[in-house]
T-cell receptor, first 113, second 111 residues
Framework: AQTIHQWPVAEIKAVGSPLSLGCTIK??????LYWYWQATGGTLQQLFY??????VESVVQLNLSASRPKDDQFILSTEKLLLSHSGFYLC????????????FGEGSKLTVL | GEQVEQLPSILRVQEGSSASINCTYE??????FPWYKQEPGENPKLIID?????ERKQTQGLIVLLDKKAKRFSLHITDTQPGDSAMYFC??????????FGIGTRVLVRP
């Protein structure tokens, strides 16, 4: 069975500080990987997706960047956090040539103060 | 890009009754329409989905209908239980591996 693990579970960070969130997928090779952001009580906004190692496409600009250093790993980062970065960050995976069934990780809750 | 409208934003129902959520999309090329349920503090979980080659799909008290001409799809929860109280999101796919979500519907089931 496929598993998805996100870290950290929660972070409290200061405005202007750096951030790194991670996600690993186990159980199947070459998944499509995604980062989503959700404001408290809000909808799910797709940020990035990647269909292969080293290749990441940006969907919306939020002063964030993403990288896929390994087939099973997806990293979300920024050098300078803004207050607006607060929210719930969800990594997700799917397979196939189009967006099929999407499965989310447990999420990372970020609070920027 | 794709836009997905979802209504209502809040839905209060009596236990045992049915609940219906409606979504519309813009892109006629969209061919995959999933529904997610999200409990407070948890991740969204896929509960049912439908592809464009179907008009109706049913599983475990959930029914999804798709009207491609009207670009409309809906979720019907039959015989609602307190455990059905949650946020529900519809979504539609579009080019570029993108899945666009609706704003969500908070379903509250009164005992």
């Amino acid at each position: 069975a496929q598993t998805i693990h996100q870290w950290p579970v929660a972070e409290i960070k200061a405005v202007g500080s750096p951030l790194s969130l991670g996600c690993t997928i186990k159980g199947k090779s070459s998944p499509n990987l995604y980062w989503y952001w959700q404001a408290t009580g809000g909808t799910l906004q797709q940020l990035f997706y990647s269909i292969t190692v080293g290749q990441v496409e940006s969907v919306v600009q939020l002063n964030l960047s993403a990288s896929r250093p390994k087939d099973d790993q997806f990293i979300l980062s920024t050098e300078k956090l803004l207050l607006s970065h607060s929210g719930f960050y969800l990594c997700a995976f799917s397979w196939g040539s189009y967006t099929g069934q999407l499965y989310f990780g447990e999420g990372s809750k970020l609070t920027v103060l | 890009g794709e836009q997905v409208e979802q209504l209502p934003s809040i839905l209060r129902v009596q236990e045992g009754s049915s609940a219906s959520i409606n979504c519309t999309y813009e892109n006629s090329a969209s061919n995959y329409f999933p529904w997610y349920k999200q409990e407070p503090g948890e991740n969204p979980k896929l509960i049912i989905d439908i592809r464009s080659n179907m008009e109706r799909k049913q599983t475990q008290g959930l029914i999804v209908l798709l009207d491609k001409k009207a670009k409309r799809f809906s979720l019907h929860i039959t015989d609602t239980q307190p455990g059905d109280s949650a946020m529900y999101f519809c979504a539609a796919n579009s080019a570029g591996n993108k899945l666009t979500f609706g704003i969500g519907t908070r379903v509250l089931v009164r005992p």
